[in-house]
């Protein structure tokens, strides 16, 4: 059964950081493609990062040189470290897993950033 749990989401003020975890259990990780999805009310979830196996990343126009992805193959982890959050950066942030067809997501974390 494959398992994706995020955590480290929570409240800050606008400037602020976090850093963002996702366990993955249940999935051959080291060949997955890992990525980080957001959704804000109202809005489609979108893309936010995503580091291929190979250690490749692709970053969303909004976070580059905010955000950095990253990942522990022996840990199956993936992090998001972000940094001088916005309040635009206000959604739900949710972990995913790809590889070929099949594709898996966490059942997300809550992100606000204040003014």
């Known amino acids: 059964q494959v398992q994706l749990v995020e955590s480290g989401g929570g409240l800050v003020q606008a400037g602020g950081s976090l850093r963002l975890s996702c366990a993955a259990s249940?999935?051959?990780?080291?060949?997955?493609?890992m990525g980080w999805y957001r959704q804000a009310p109202g809005k489609q979830r979108e893309l936010v990062a995503t580091?291929?196996?190979?250690?490749?990343?692709n970053y969303a126009d909004a976070v580059k040189g905010r955000f950095t992805i990253s990942r522990d193959n022996a840990k199956k982890m993936v992090y998001l470290q972000m940094n001088s959050l916005k309040p635009e950066d206000t959604a739900v942030y949710y972990c995913n897993s790809h590889y070929s067809l099949a594709d898996y997501w966490g059942q997300g974390t809550q992100v606000t950033v204040s003014l």
């Open positions: 580091i291929t196996r190979g250690g490749s990343i």
């Open positions: 249940g999935i051959i990780f080291s060949i997955n493609t």
